[in-house]
Nanobody
Framework: VQLQASGGGLVQAGDSLRLSCAPS????????MAWFRQAPGNVREFVAA????????YYSDSVKGRFTISRDTAKNTVTLQMNSLKPEDTAVYYC?????????????????WGQGTQVTVSS
């Protein structure tokens, strides 16, 4: 079972990107899902999370109002729409899954992780 993150790239400040996370090997409709990011020299930080049914969503203060997390049960994917990107959003973005189905902000609760996708925002 793996999580496949995609959609990263190099953009300019103010642009948008759409990241997707798709699991392989099983359906993740009953898992809570989240995005974290890690910039060089920094610890991995929480970005956004969504519960198994989409009823609970959390965002970090740094992305609130600019990023939107959503899930498509039929396609078995989780998406992070990133608008108004800033240079400080530059990082490797990781998707993660919580088998309890919860949306949490702690990386310790997520048991499955994707390989990461690079997002670079130039000024």
């Amino acid at each position: 079972v793996q999580l496949q993150a995609s959609g990263g790239g190099l953009v300019q400040a103010g642009d948008s990107l759409r990241l997707s996370c798709a699991p392989s090997g099983r359906t993740f409709v009953d898992y809570g899902m989240a995005w974290f990011r890690q910039a060089p020299g920094n610890v991995r930080e929480f970005v956004a999370a969504i519960s198994w049914n989409g009823a609970v969503i959390y965002y970090s203060d740094s992305v609130k109002g600019r990023f939107t997390i959503s899930r498509d049960t039929a396609k078995n994917t989780v998406t992070l729409q990133m608008n108004s990107l800033k240079p400080e959003d530059t990082a490797v973005y990781y998707c993660a899954a919580d088998r309890r189905g919860l949306a949490t902000t702690s990386s310790a609760t997520y048991t499955l992780w994707g390989q990461g996708t690079q997002v670079t925002v130039s000024s």
